[in-house]
C-alpha cells in the first residue's frame, strides 16, 4: 500500500497500557500507523505541533485535568489534525463540551476497541462521532433551539471544568491554579454556572457538583 494513503495517529493518555492497547490495535490496520504517545497535555501538544498527525487520540481525563484546553489548541493550531476525545463517562453532557471544543469524535473508553476504529474511519471521512444526543443538541444551537438533555448542557466545556472542582471541594484559588486563570475569574465562571443552573448559593452549587461531577467519573 502505498505510503501515501497511510494515517498517522498520536495517542494521548495518562496510562501506558491504555496506549500500549490502543497503539497495537491501530496499527494492526493496514491505513494506519501511531507516530507518537504522550502521558501529559504538555507532551501532547508538543508532539502533534511536531508530528502533525491525521488523528489525535486524546483521553479527556489528564493526570485528574480535563483536557479541553488540549483539544482547544489542537483543533486552533493543527486544523489538518482531527481529535477524537476518549473518556470514562458516556453522558453527553461531557460529550458537549468536547464537541465545542473543537473535536470530531467522542468515544467511550470502556468501549474504545469496538469503536475507534470506526470513529477514526468517520472522522477522516469529514463527518462527526458523537452520541446521537449530541448530534441533535449541536443540530439544535446552530438552528438557534436552545434545548438541554440535562442541566450541565447548558454550560460551556470551561464551566463544565470549573464545576468539577468545585465538586471536589477546591476553593477559587485552587481552582484558578488548575485552569491557569484569575481567582475572580473562576468567581465569574461560578456566578454564572448558578445562574445557568438556577442555583441561589454556594452550597447548592458543591451540592450539585458532588452529585452530578463525582471525582473520577470522566
Known amino acids: 500500500m502505498a505510503n501515501q494513503m497511510i494515517k ?12 500500549e492497547g490502543l497503539a497495537n490495535l491501530l496499527n494492526s490496520v493496514a491505513i494506519y500507523k501511531v507516530v507518537g504517545e504522550a502521558g501529559t497535555a504538555k507532551d501532547g ?3 502533534i505541533r511536531a ?11 489528564l493526570n485528574d485535568v480535563l483536557a479541553l484546553d488540549l483539544i482547544e489548541q489542537t483543533t486552533h493550531e493543527c486544523q489538518n ?21 473543537g473535536a470530531s469524535g467522542y468515544v467511550n473508553k470502556a468501549n ?10 468517520v472522522v477522516l471521512s469529514g463527518a462527526l462521532y458523537f452520541p446521537k444526543e449530541v448530534h441533535q443538541n449541536l443540530l439544535n444551537s446552530v438552528r438557534g433551539i436552545k434545548t438541554a438533555s ?3 448542557m447548558s454550560l460551556s466545556s470551561r464551566e463544565i471544568e470549573v464545576l468539577r472542582w468545585i465538586g471536589q471541594g477546591l476553593t477559587k484559588h485552587q481552582i ?8 475572580n475569574t473562576v468567581e465569574a465562571h461560578r456566578t454564572n454556572i448558578k445562574r445557568k443552573l438556577g442555583l441561589q448559593s454556594n452550597a447548592e452549587l458543591i451540592r450539585f457538583a458532588a452529585l452530578n461531577l463525582p471525582s473520577g467519573s470522566v
Open 176 to 183: 484558578a491554579e488548575h485552569i491557569n486563570r484569575s481567582a
Open 112 to 121: 474504545a476497541s469496538k469503536t475507534i476504529l470506526d470513529a477514526i474511519d
Open 81 to 101: 489534525t482531527k481529535v477524537i476525545c476518549v473518556s470514562m463517562h458516556s453522558d453527553a453532557a461531557y460529550a458537549q463540551p468536547v464537541a465545542l471544543a
Open 45 to 47: 501538544i508538543e508532539a
Open 8 to 19: 498517522t495517529i498520536v495517542l494521548i493518555d495518562d496510562h501506558p497500557i491504555v496506549r
Open 150 to 152: 440535562t442541566p450541565l
Open 51 to 61: 508530528l502533525k498527525p491525521d488523528v489525535a487520540v486524546i483521553d479527556l481525563m
